[in-house]
């Protein structure tokens, strides 16, 4: 069972040896954040965003959540996106989904799971939008796999059909969004060569 008196512990051992690495470390931290890139991954505990990029704290805004979904009606990432844009003005959005997601693999098979059912529903609609590719897979593991990559895909334009981003580019900003994924074998990132920089490379019916 763990123990609260542990993360407390944790932290103390945490902030020492940031402290005697560089004396100035949590003394730059408490100025304002200026990060250049927004991160959108999945809640998953095996995926942290600063560790694999190799980034300090301050250095990426995080947004997490079941599966790495960008919805439309969702305020909380939303609103992330437009802080991560307008206010903070990075230049980078990462989109980073993981082979393995228990999120895809759910939305992959038919148990019910709850009210999180109606979340992965997106990713069911990912699927039948690509079933004719999806049906030629004939290892599930292979094809729980490219599912992983077409939701990356989905959420790459569904970030870029926000007026939060269509509006910063109208604007001249320089941003640039990007769909990248994690293999938790051997804690590598690959790209999926999806990078979106501005509303002419999304589809007519999209552009506001």
Same mark, same amino acid.
């Given at each position: ?11 103390? !051992? ?17 100025? #304002? ?9 999945? !809640? ?50 990462? #989109? ?9 693999? !759910? ?12 979340? #992965? ?28 990559? #077409? ?16 509006? !910063? ?40």
């Amino acid at each position: 069972m763990l123990k609260i008196e542990r993360l407390f512990e944790n932290n103390r !051992a945490w902030a020492r040896q940031h402290t005697n690495a560089d004396p100035q470390f949590f003394s730059r931290l408490t100025t #304002l954040q200026s990060p250049k890139l927004l991160w959108i991954g999945c !809640a998953d505990s095996r995926v942290p965003a600063n560790e694999i990029l190799g980034l300090a704290p301050g250095e990426v805004f995080v947004h997490r959540n079941v599966a790495n979904l960008v919805i439309h009606s969702d305020m909380n990432c939303l609103s992330v996106i437009q802080y991560a844009v307008e206010i903070l003005k990075v230049e980078h959005i990462i #989109l980073c989904g993981h082979y393995g997601c228990g999120g895809v693999r !759910a939305a992959y098979g038919h148990t019910q799971f709850g009210l999180i059912d109606n979340w #992965l529903r997106n990713i069911k609609d990912t699927y039948a939008r690509h079933n004719d590719e999806l049906a030629r897979i004939m290892e599930d593991d292979t094809r729980e796999d490219r599912l992983c990559e #077409l939701n990356v895909l989905a959420q790459v334009e569904s970030i870029c059909h926000t007026t939060i981003l269509q509006n !910063a580019w109208a604007r001249g900003q320089q941003l640039e969004v990007h769909g990248f994924i994690y293999r938790l074998q051997d804690g590598l990132l690959h790209d999926l060569a999806v990078s979106i920089t501005g509303s002419e490379q999304i589809q007519d019916i999209y552009r506001m």
